[in-house]
């Protein structure tokens, strides 16, 4: 096989596989994306030299924000925390808000359940944290809940690259209660009080 940077797989069942397009590429690897990825993380991913990436990620900003002559797209590419990640553009944020609201009113499991309450009480969060509490994988739920509007990112450890989370109004709005202060106290729920919580933020 091919060391070539141009593709990540040069042949597939020994049938030549065309070069690979890097800028679609790494629309695919993005849209599945948890965490914004560093450009190092990417070329690795993708086997293309960093300054490629680079230069595929400028056009790519620029063609979602139209400057290419084509539309202004719903969502944008963004850097945050040295990473890099598509989000939907803030105009719209609104407009998904309903849709996630009024479109897709399942009820949340006792996974998100579970890790909506440890992200109520210990927030601002970060995935690895809650994880860590709940003793399984937390993706997917994070995921879930952030499309329901019910947390939001706080902020990016400038050190890490960890994303931690808060929970919004609507959050307060569900429970029919003003403030987080309202919620009822955790310590009697718990063993001693503290197992699981301490020292994790």
């Given at each position: 096989?091919?060391?070539s940077?141009?593709?990540?797989?040069d042949?597939?069942?020994?049938?030549?596989?065309?070069?690979?397009?890097?800028?679609?590429?790494l629309?695919?690897?993005?849209?599945?994306?948890d965490?914004?990825?560093?450009?190092?993380?990417?070329?690795?991913?993708?086997?293309s030299?960093i300054?490629?990436?680079?230069?595929?990620?400028?056009?790519l900003?620029?063609?979602?924000?139209?400057?290419s002559?084509?539309?202004?797209?719903?969502?944008?590419?963004?850097?945050?925390?040295g990473?890099w990640r598509?989000?939907v553009?803030?105009?719209?944020?609104?407009v998904?808000?309903?849709?996630?609201l009024?479109?897709n009113?399942?009820k949340?499991?006792?996974?998100?359940?579970?890790?909506l309450?440890?992200?109520?009480?210990?927030?601002?969060i970060?995935?690895?944290?809650?994880a860590?509490?709940?003793?399984?994988n937390v993706?997917?739920?994070?995921?879930?809940?952030?499309?329901?509007?019910?947390?939001?990112?706080?902020?990016?450890?400038?050190?890490?690259?960890a994303?931690?989370?808060?929970?919004?109004?609507?959050?307060?709005?569900?429970?029919?209660?003003?403030?987080l202060?309202?919620?009822?106290?955790?310590?009697?729920?718990?063993?001693d009080?503290?197992?699981?919580?301490?020292?994790?933020?």
């Amino acid at each position: 096989m091919s060391n070539s940077s141009a593709s990540v797989v040069d042949e597939v069942d020994g049938v030549p596989r065309p070069p690979m397009d890097l800028e679609r590429a790494l629309e695919a690897v993005l849209m599945v994306a948890d965490e914004p990825l560093p450009l190092v993380s990417l070329a690795t991913a993708l086997g293309s030299p960093i300054a490629a990436v680079r230069q595929s990620i400028e056009r790519l900003v620029a063609d979602y924000d139209g400057e290419s002559g084509g539309p202004t797209r719903g969502f944008e590419l963004r850097e945050v925390g040295g990473g890099w990640r598509i989000y939907v553009r803030p105009a719209y944020d609104d407009v998904v808000k309903e849709f996630v609201l009024t479109q897709n009113p399942t009820k949340l499991s006792q996974a998100a359940l579970e890790t909506l309450a440890v992200i109520a009480y210990k927030q601002p969060i970060s995935r690895g944290s809650v994880a860590a509490i709940r003793a399984v994988n937390v993706d997917s739920v994070v995921r879930t809940l952030l499309g329901r509007g019910l947390i939001q990112e706080a902020y990016t450890d400038s050190e890490t690259g960890a994303i931690h989370y808060e929970t919004t109004p609507l959050l307060l709005t569900s429970l029919g209660i003003n403030s987080l202060d309202e919620l009822p106290p955790i310590s009697p729920l718990l063993v001693d009080g503290r197992d699981g919580f301490d020292d994790l933020s």
